[in-house]
């Protein structure tokens, strides 16, 4: 068995280094003996869905977003019946934004209900998550100029730092293995938790996790996870 992963827009989505999350996520299949192999396709590329276990999407900036945007709309049919077959999607960043209704009045792929509006200032803040998926909470950074409303799948509690919009403390959006969010460092690098819970979507069984091999991992993620607790 192979795990195939699809890597979309690397060259123009991928802000902030969140390649990394691709080469965390590999490198783990790969410690559990399971085969994969990632493949990169872009704009004007043609999309197969259905020959991958696995959709990544990085955070670009508000030009590329549009352009991925209209490259996108070309598939909506194809990453609604994606999703709704449980096929796994991780969006990160502003790329996440696309799956909704509209990005500032121009319409988006519409998969879900929430609306993206453009804020005056950028909004940066260090974060805390839970999520009902893991009981490890999340940690990472939030870097954007959006604020989300209307929306009926989060993904996160916040427990500290900011949410969608300055109104609730919710962040994100999950539906079935579908998992959107801003939340950059990238993920899965500084979340070893929620690295083993995605490992284990893709193998379809529990795996077990030789912690030694994370051992950096678990220990920068405890250190940033105290720092912060500490600032609450």
């Given at each position: 068995?192979?795990?195939?992963?699809?890597?979309?827009?690397?060259?123009?989505?991928?802000?902030?280094?969140?390649?990394?999350?691709?080469k965390v996520l590999?490198?783990?299949?790969?410690?559990?003996?399971?085969?994969?192999?990632?493949?990169?396709?872009?704009?004007?590329?043609?999309?197969?869905?259905?020959?991958y276990n696995m959709?990544?999407?990085?955070?670009?900036?508000?030009?590329?977003?549009?352009?991925?945007?209209?490259?996108?709309?070309?598939?909506?049919?194809?990453?609604?019946?994606?999703?709704e077959n449980n096929?796994?999607?991780?969006?990160?960043?502003?790329?996440?934004?696309?799956?909704?209704?509209?990005?500032?009045?121009?319409?988006?792929?519409?998969?879900?209900?929430?609306?993206?509006?453009?804020?005056?200032?950028?909004?940066?803040?260090?974060?805390?998550?839970?999520?009902?998926?893991?009981?490890?909470?999340?940690?990472?950074?939030?870097?954007?100029?959006?604020?989300?409303?209307?929306?009926?799948?989060?993904?996160?509690?916040?427990?500290?730092?900011?949410?969608?919009?300055?109104?609730?403390?919710?962040?994100?959006?999950?539906?079935?293995?579908?998992?959107?969010?801003?939340?950059?460092?990238?993920?899965?690098?500084?979340?070893?938790?929620?690295?083993?819970?995605?490992?284990?979507?893709?193998?379809?069984?529990?795996?077990?996790?030789?912690?030694?091999?994370?051992?950096?991992?678990?220990?920068?993620?405890?250190?940033?996870?105290?720092?912060?607790?500490?600032?609450?």
């Amino acid at each position: 068995m192979t795990i195939k992963i699809l890597h979309l827009y690397a060259d123009i989505m991928n802000l902030y280094g969140e390649y990394g999350n691709i080469k965390v996520l590999e490198h783990a299949l790969k410690l559990n003996n399971i085969n994969v192999l990632v493949e990169k396709k872009t704009v004007d590329d043609e999309l197969l869905l259905n020959d991958y276990n696995m959709i990544y999407i990085g955070c670009g900036t508000e030009k590329n977003q549009e352009k991925v945007l209209e490259h996108l709309k070309k598939y909506k049919d194809d990453i609604k019946k994606y999703i709704e077959n449980n096929g796994i999607i991780l969006a990160t960043g502003n790329s996440y934004e696309m799956f909704g209704k509209q990005i500032c009045e121009k319409e988006a792929l519409g998969i879900f209900d929430f609306y993206v509006e453009r804020t005056k200032d950028r909004i940066t803040s260090d974060v805390i998550y839970q999520s009902k998926c893991i009981e490890n909470e999340i940690v990472g950074f939030v870097n954007k100029m959006s604020n989300i409303t209307h929306n009926l799948n989060p993904f996160f509690k916040v427990c500290f730092g900011i949410g969608e919009n300055e109104n609730n403390d919710y962040e994100g959006v999950q539906y079935k293995n579908f998992y959107g969010t801003y939340v950059l460092g990238p993920l899965l690098a500084r979340n070893p938790y929620f690295l083993k819970y995605i490992v284990e979507k893709l193998a379809k069984k529990k795996i077990s996790w030789n912690w030694k091999d994370y051992e950096n991992e678990r220990q920068g993620y405890e250190l940033v996870l105290e720092e912060l607790k500490n600032r609450e």
